[in-house]
């Protein structure tokens, strides 16, 4: 199985948000549509500016917690929106 960092932008709402998946598709239907509560319905529509395929859970995972930290935020500053 393959994992998946992503990082979505608002542009509506100038936020950012980090998560992973093994199913990127249906996790960004859920963040765009389908959720009915959590903190991505209320900044819609998302796109996504930053994927990184892993071969393992615990590499997603640490991936998506460097990306939460100030130098991981800094990095996604510099992704184009």
Do not use: M
């Given at each position: 199985m393959e994992f998946v960092v992503y990082?979505?932008?608002?542009?509506?709402?100038?936020?950012?948000?980090?998560g992973y998946t093994s199913d990127l598709i249906s996790r960004l239907?859920?963040?765009?549509?389908?959720?009915?509560?959590g903190y991505t319905i209320k900044f819609r529509p998302w796109k996504?500016?930053?994927i990184k395929f892993y071969q393992d859970k615990k590499s997603a995972m640490?991936?998506?917690?460097?990306?939460k930290t100030g130098t991981g935020r800094d990095f996604i500053k510099t992704l184009p929106r």
């Open positions: 990082v979505l932008y608002s542009d509506k709402h100038n936020k950012t948000y980090v239907n859920s963040h765009n549509k389908f959720a009915t509560k996504v500016i930053y640490n991936r998506e917690k460097y990306l």
